[in-house]
């Protein structure tokens, strides 16, 4: 079923609660409830408004979620409906677009040269970024002509086809022709929401390995068994900025996945470029990326648990002009936040000790909940036991199509360093 169901129920907040939703919170908490009046089914359209019947918009309510109801549209005359997504939609394009540009004409070098509709048609982006986007539980990958869905919430879960079909006619409007759309909804988040993981295709079926590429790399993605939506799409600059590094040197790329930061440092010139990763399936994709780029000769993967591998290295002298530290999230919740931060030290200690002196350092974290503050202060204290001085390059967020909308925390994750690794004296 896709539908946009329009409940005649009200969700009347607590007395003080609503705050936050006034700044721009996207995000209604059982806790900050009062009571509902009216009928409604989980996933129904239903009105907010505070303690004194305030109205502060529109949203779609679940009982089976802590977050009882998700922001769809803060004004009365907005209501919920098809010309509501599609306003979205095209606003998250266009803005893609404008920000994109870059990618489009300047660093891609397939891409640049060609015209507009060429560009876009193989352009590869986030095209929808949930809350950030103002489509609340839903994530969008566009790889070249397929689409990639994650559903995380029942509200636009019910909408999911809606939103599909619009995405693809807005892109229609640039020339963009979307051969397939696969879903990844597969995330165990999503039974705290009272929904069943799925994945699959949506429509015709199509070959899932599809073909990408990124900062003149390119990718076969597999969008069908791939972690996430299949690619990280993501760190595209921060492959860039530290590829700049790497001309003439030697490299280790931990946590590879399948192989981009390191496919990067070697179409920018590394003489060697040892890739590591724990998937076996990851490796092998990623060694298939490097012969799809020639770069078989300079960069070897190594399948090992990188925790283990890194003390070897150390074991046996081994030393490197840039090391990279992509792990995945150590923690998803407040509640592992202390095993994270052990996790994040030790292996930010073990990659500062194979840097050269005078080489270079990029590691980063993935997980909102390690917030910036946190990050830095972990990464000093790994240097304090490493006896390492680390003097900043670059502080890096996500790319600019995955926005951070300073109303909603959960948008900024993604905190990126490169470092100078200088010995102390």
């Known amino acids: ?8 129920a009200k969700v009347i907040l607590k007395k003080g609660e609503g705050r936050t939703i006034k700044a721009g919170g996207a995000w209604v908490f059982d806790n900050e409830i009062n009571r509902v009046e009216g009928s409604f089914d989980n996933g129904d359209i239903v009105e907010v408004l505070d303690h004194d019947g305030y109205f502060m918009g529109y ?3 679940n009982t089976n979620s802590k977050i009882r109801v998700r922001m769809m549209s803060r004004r009365k005359e907005h209501p919920v409906n098809e010309g509501l997504l599609e306003t979205r939609i ?41 809350e950030a986007d103002f489509l609340p539980g839903i994530t969008i990958d566009k790889f070249s002509d397929v689409l990639v869905i994650e559903s995380l919430a029942l509200g636009t879960d019910r909408m999911k086809n809606i939103i599909l079909n619009l995405c693809k006619k807005v892109l229609a409007e640039d020339g963009v022709d979307i051969k397939g759309i696969y879903e990844r909804s597969d995330a165990k988040v999503r039974e705290q929401e009272g929904l069943e993981r799925t994945k699959g295709f949506i429509g015709e079926p199509f070959d899932t390995k599809v073909l990408i590429e990124e900062n003149g790399v390119k ?11 299949g690619f990280f799409l993501d760190q595209k600059n921060n492959r860039r900025a530290i590829a700049s590094l790497c001309k003439g040197k030697k490299v280790l790329d931990c946590f590879t996945h399948t192989g981009s930061f390191g ?30 780029n020639g770069l078989e000769n300079i960069i070897k993967f190594q399948c ?20 990279i530290l992509d792990p995945p999230a150590f923690t998803k919740s407040r509640a592992s936040i202390k095993k994270a931060v052990t996790g994040y030290r030790e292996i930010n200690i073990r990659g500062m000790k194979l840097v050269k002196n005078g080489g270079y350092l990029a590691t980063c974290s993935c997980s909102h909940f390690m917030d910036e503050e946190l990050f830095a202060k972990t990464i000093r204290e790994a240097a304090r036991s490493a006896h ?8 890096r967020q996500q790319a600019a199509d995955h926005p951070i909308l300073w109303s909603n925390d959960a948008s900024f994750y993604l905190k990126f360093y490169i470092f100078q690794v200088v010995e102390e004296l």
């Open 1 to 8: 079923m896709s539908a946009i169901v329009v409940a005649d």
């Open 59 to 61: 949203g779609f309510i």
């Open 90 to 130: 095209r606003n998250a394009w266009d803005y893609r677009k404008a920000v994109m540009n870059p990618e489009l004409y300047g660093y891609d070098a397939r891409l640049s040269g060609t015209d507009e509709k060429e560009a876009l048609q193989k352009l590869s982006c986030r095209l929808i970024f949930g």
């Open 219 to 229: 990718y076969y993605v597999d969008v069908e068994n791939g972690q996430k939506t």
């Open 263 to 292: 496919l990067n440092a070697a179409a920018a010139g590394a003489s060697s470029v040892l890739a590591v990763d724990a998937s076996d399936v990851g490796c092998a994709q990623a060694e298939e990326n490097a012969k799809l």
């Open 304 to 323: 090992a648990d990188v925790f283990d591998l890194l003390p070897e290295l150390e074991k046996q002298n081994e030393q490197y002009d840039v090391v």
């Open 388 to 395: 390492k001085q680390l003097r900043q390059v670059e502080f």
